[in-house]
Nanobody, 126 residues
Framework: QVQLVESGGGLVQAGGSLRLSCVAS????????MGWFRQAPGKKREFVSA????????YYGDSVKGRFITSRDTTKNTLYLQMNSLKPEDTAVYYC???????????????????WGQGTQVYVSS
């Protein structure tokens, strides 16, 4: 099992920045791909970003490309999401996810990720 704990959410004005963190513990050797999703009230869980373990290649959802940056520090078992130029539509609960070996074509499907954190709320005011 892999345990994930997110932090860093909060309230920010439009145009501002936030950095989310996700610390993985437990059987972290099983966490090969890691990612971020978000879910706004009444909406489906949306893919934000992912990073592969083997090469550290990053992938982003269309709505955040050019504004968000995901990275990981393998020595600390920590995943980060730097969110810049935030918009009110970025308001959501942000979830960290982890998986074992996962093909890139499945990254955007939340059903393919077996491990999830509890989520951290991000609220962007206009």
């Amino acid at each position: 099992q892999v345990q994930l704990v997110e932090s860093g959410g909060g309230l920010v004005q439009a145009g501002g920045s936030l950095r989310l963190s996700c610390v993985a513990s437990g059987r972290t050797f099983g966490a090969e791909a890691m990612g971020w999703f978000r879910q706004a009230p009444g909406k489906k869980r949306e893919f934000v970003s992912a990073i592969s373990d083997t090469r550290g290649t990053t992938y982003y959802g269309d709505s955040v490309k050019g504004r968000f940056i995901t990275s990981r520090d393998t020595t600390k078992n920590t995943l980060y999401l730097q969110m810049n130029s935030l918009k009110p539509e970025d308001t959501a609960v942000y979830y960290c996810a982890a998986s074992g070996i996962l093909a890139v074509k499945y990254y955007e499907n939340p059903d393919q990720w077996p491990y999830w954190g509890q989520g951290t709320q991000v609220y962007v005011s206009s």
